[in-house]
């Protein structure tokens, strides 16, 4: 089986979403992968995508930002809603994996759709902002406002850990920058994440979950998780070694987390803490 | 009537890694009742045999050991195969293993005796017996010399680089290598120090990256002492960082191109004489074969004294060689650095199962195995590094030490049912070979310009390499599946399917 991918659209409104197919169905539930804050498919997913298809379907949506004022996470888990009701059959079992911002939209999707998503993963994802995650928000959008040169590092130092950041020689780490290119989307997608609050929620989901923590996330500290962990009843923590950026620190170790719960969640015992696995 | 021999539990083949690993394990378990057989002087396997000059690992050292016996004193990321050496001679005597091994011992024949239930293994020092045999000779212990005509009639001397004669003097000789991959790579540079000349005839050219090297301080191995979880953090870094690359084995295409373009860049960044860039540019997919690292392999071939043939060798006269190409050179000394009999393992010839068949024989269309580890037919054998644990990304000690695992968990679960013989049971032996090599469909391996060692050379499946990630093959595999085998128990010896 070769990995190439498709790219197909799914109609959500008056639009047409695009959407990334990859895998064939099998044996094992069928994952849908939603991607966080300013990202897409080919940013947050480009090593995660393909290798989780080598075992069974996987289908990434592209979040559309929508041009309008009070965004709420409900613009976006629609759109998710909408694909499965377009691209995935009734009897086909599903597995919603989302990252960051993405993973506040699985967990409003799974307590939506309650009856079709039989298995969760909320990588560094949250339910409330918290003061000090406004803070942050308040300065990216002071930087952004001004276009400061700032930004990018700002958002570097945000989403990398201390160990993969010192790893790199100065130069290296000013070099970053470059792939760092704010949007108006992003921007709108932070009034977003300036207000998220899905707690009331979280009651209404019972899939089997995984909660997946970011040790060394200055983002969205592990506390936060930790909520998420509290309040679904049938959920699993497990903290990885990572800054925010968990697909450019650790895409192989979500790989195997993501591949064993979606296909094994009966290993992971319910409503525990899980030891990573040290080689 | 019975031949009476050394009678222990379990008989180990071999003192490498696997052997040495798989005593100590038992130890740890309280099992004391095993006896290992080496067929050399001392324990070490590969890092006792290869002493060629710059014979490194290209496993960073804080991976590639024991998970249970971590070494805070490693001098490098990159270990010599001397500090290896000591290494394991410091496992074995710290855990006291020396007394259960009989060194100058080497295996004939084993064979399974039906009847008493009962491994009967034939050696040069004469027979033992053993309720279990494993198998610990590793993948790279019998060296591959290629037929090459008139090979017989050179007069100069010849050596392969697992079996280096240190008492040969390579000063001022025309030297000819016959290889350009792993070994040949760490030794190249080493031998152009001295040579008069020195000729590389490459069939392929490798994929090269910088090799990250550099020794530990002394205060980062002071943390390492004091404290521990350092190491294992270390540890878990280095092995994922590794698992991240079999997406290169995996064909993916982003990944397979970046790894491509970061070879080629470190090769112009060398070599910028165009011939020899292009000489030396693979024409293969990378990951197809073991991607090398060296920071010293290139720039030898600037030097006044070394040439490179990228054609491979036809013949050897008696005085030097002919390439494939026509070209002859002058040779005081050939070094075969042409690798290792992995495909089809010379100890397979002499184990022999219950239908009086060898692993060689059944495995006359390509070895295979149940969970990698034990075979139909083979009642009581367990093979350490057996069919598809060979790693094209990660540490061949995670394989091993999974297999410790295994069979630690296979031996608790006898004792517990009172089982006195098993065997992998042939369908379960079929599908998980089946799932095998579907997993491996789409990998590099067997994409169409892949001629890999990693290949059966006569069914061209890939049964020697693990075709996923190597932390699936704990997922797998770091159980007995106690479903997948037949029993014959101590009380009422009957044959029943579990």
């Known amino acids: ?121 909320l990588l560094a994802g949250w339910a409330k902002t918290s003061s000090v995650q406004q803070l942050r928000t308040v300065i990216w959008q002071q930087l952004f406002t001004e276009q400061s040169a700032a930004l990018p590092h700002f958002v570097n130092y945000c989403l990398y850990s201390d160990d993969y950041l010192s790893a790199r020689s100065e130069q290296q780490v000013l070099d970053l920058a470059r792939f760092v290119k704010p949007s108006q989307d992003a921007a709108k997608q932070r009034e977003l994440n300036y207000r998220i609050d899905i707690t009331s929620a979280l009651s209404d989901i019972c899939a089997e979950t995984l909660v997946v923590a970011c040790r060394e996330d200055r983002m969205v500290p592990v506390a936060q998780a930790k909520l998420l962990f509290a309040s679904i009843s049938n959920s699993r923590y497990i903290e990885i070694s990572s800054g925010h950026a968990l697909y450019v620190e650790a895409p192989a170790e979500v790989v195997q987390l993501v591949n064993q719960f979606s296909q094994h969640p009966e290993q992971y015992p319910v409503n525990q803490k899980i030891q990573p696995y040290m080689p | 009537m019975q031949a009476k021999g050394q009678r222990s539990k379990i008989l180990i083949v071999g003192s490498g890694f696997g052997g040495l690993g798989m005593a100590i394990r038992l130890k740890q378990q309280g099992i004391h009742d095993f006896k290992i057989i080496e067929r050399a002087a001392e324990v070490g396997g590969t890092w006792r045999d290869n002493t060629y000059p710059g014979v490194a690992c290209d496993v960073p050292s804080h991976l590639y050991s024991f998970s249970f016996i971590k070494n805070p004193d490693w001098s490098r990321v990159f270990p010599h195969g001397a500090e290896i050496q000591r290494y394991l001679i410091q496992c074995c005597d710290q855990e006291n293993i020396r007394p259960h091994i009989d060194f100058h011992t080497q295996l004939e024949k084993a064979s399974w005796n039906a009847r008493e239930r009962i491994w009967e293994i034939h050696t040069s020092k004469g027979l033992y017996q053993a309720e279990i045999l494993i198998t610990a000779t590793g993948h790279l212990a019998d060296e591959h010399l290629p037929q090459i005509p008139g090979l017989e009639e050179f007069e100069g001397q010849v050596m392969h680089s697992a079996r280096w004669n240190h008492e040969l003097n390579l000063e001022n000789q025309h030297i000819v290598v016959v290889g350009s991959g792993a070994s040949a790579i760490q030794l190249v540079p080493e031998i152009a120090k001295t040579a008069k000349s020195l000729t590389v005839l490459q069939r392929s050219a490798p994929y090269i990256l910088p090799r990250p090297d550099r020794a530990y301080s002394e205060s980062e191995k002071q943390l390492f002492r004091k404290d521990p979880d350092s190491i294992s953090a270390l540890r878990h870094s280095l092995f994922w960082g590794n698992e991240y690359n079999f997406a290169q084995r995996r064909n993916l295409k982003s990944q397979i191109e970046r790894v491509k373009k970061n070879c080629l860049q470190f090769l112009k960044h ?38 490179l043939e990228d054609s491979a060798l036809a013949e050897v006269t008696k005085d030097g060689v002919l ?34 068949l060898s692993l060689e024989q059944q495995w006359s269309s390509g070895m295979q195995g149940y969970q990698s580890t034990t075979v139909h037919n083979f009642p009581n054998l ?117």
């Open chain 2, 323 to 356: 390439s494939q190409a026509g070209n002859k050179f002058s040779a005081d000394i050939i070094v075969f650095a042409t690798g290792f009999e992995a495909a089809r393992p010379p100890y397979a010839a002499k184990v022999v199962g219950k239908q009086g």
């Open chain 2, 382 to 498: 367990f093979i350490l590094n057996g069919p598809n644990t060979g790693s094209g990304q990660n540490s061949a000690l995670y394989f091993l030490e999974t297999q410790f695992d295994l069979i630690l968990d296979a031996l608790q679960f006898f004792e517990q049912e009172q089982i006195q013989v098993f065997e992998a049971d042939q369908s379960a032996e079929n599908s998980y070979m089946q799932e095998l090599q579907q997993l491996s469909q789409g990998s590099v391996w067997l994409s169409e310009s892949c001629k890999s060692w990693y290949l059966d050379p006569v069914s061209r499946q890939l049964t020697l390499v693990w075709p996923d990630y190597a932390h699936s093959f704990r997922d797998k595999n770091q159980h007995f599946i106690r479903s997948g085998y037949h029993y014959q128990y101590v009380e009422s010896r009957q044959q029943k399917l579990v």
């Open chain 1, 1 to 121: 089986m070769d990995l190439d991918m498709i790219t197909r659209q799914c109609p959500y409104a008056d639009l047409q979403l695009n959407f990334h197919e990859v895998g064939q169905r099998s044996a094992f539930p069928t994952i849908i992968l939603i991607h966080g804050t300013g990202g897409n498919t080919d940013k947050h997913f480009s090593y995660i995508f393909p290798m989780l298809g080598i075992h069974q379907r996987v289908l990434s949506i592209d979040l559309h930002t929508p041009n309008k004022a009070d965004l709420k996470v409900t613009d976006f888990s629609q759109q998710v809603e909408a694909l499965i009701q377009h691209a995935v059959a009734k009897d086909e079992i599903i597995t919603v994996v989302g990252y960051s911002l993405g993973a506040v939209i699985a967990a409003q999707v799974a307590a939506s759709l309650k009856q079709r998503v039989a298995r969760l993963i």
């Open chain 2, 270 to 307: 060398q070599i910028s004489d165009p011939e020899l860039q292009r000489k030396l540019t693979p024409n293969y997919q990378p990951g197809c074969k073991r991607l090398l690292l060296s920071n010293d392999y290139y720039p030898t071939f600037l030097k006044p004294n070394v040439t």
